[in-house]
């Protein structure tokens, strides 16, 4: 952990990319997606073979927070030729919409298939100290900032009380003969984002947006850990 922090303040910025997020994900056994970082096409095809079709293709540059704002994510990929045009477009998105961003490759990530979207998040509030965040994605949060909040750490009772809260927790409760979300699952993760930011002094803001929940497990899609500068 301790190497990955180093490598991002050595580039001058406090934020750790999406891969390496998921790393310290990863370290605290919150499920994440399979993905390599490729250099140029080939290594693109190369990795996504090996992850096995379908594959989504996202550029990695610490200049760019909202890949898909300019075309930096391409979805549904499922031949070597796919992977080979959407690493060409990608690029080229790039070079005509931030042709000053610093490319470090592109994550060939595989595709998950639909499920539960939910935000889990943290931030180490100046006044109140660690803080946790849950929410439902998409509308639920953008709109009627359907959220719930809990200092850290939490727990599993706690993190389960968070989601009852929300809106949108008859969603996850499965509507219209759906199976419900792994409440379970979910509970586990939104506790060890808890123990996260409560270990971690160097770690200022988590965000895991977003996390698919299915009926059995859940995988984190994509990830945002946000650093002090001390060093």
Known sequence: MDAIFKNVRSRGYK?????ESKEVLKIYTIPT???RLAVDANDAIKSANTIGYPVVLKICSPRIVHKSDIGG???GIHTPKEVKEAYRKII????????????LGILVQEEVPKGFEVIVGAVRDPQFGPV???GLGGVFVEVLKDVSFRLAPLTKNEALNMIKETKGFKILEGLRGEKPADLNALTSVITKVGEIITDLPE?????INPLI??????VAVDARI??????
């Not at 934020?15 to 891969?19: A, D, G, I, Q, S």
């Not at 080229?92 to 490319?103: D, G, L, R, T």
């Not at 929940?213 to 859940?218: A, C, E, I, S, Y």
């Open 132 to 134: 946790v965040m849950f």
């Open 33 to 35: 997606t399979r993905e």
């Open 73 to 75: 994510v391409i979805i």
């Open 15 to 19: 934020f750790l990319m999406e891969h």
């Open 213 to 218: 929940v299915f009926d059995k497990g859940l």
């Open 226 to 231: 946000v650093i002090n500068d001390r060093l």
């Open 203 to 207: 770690v200022m803001e988590i965000d």
């Open 92 to 103: 080229k998105n790039m070079n005509a919409k931030a042709p000053e961003a610093k490319i």
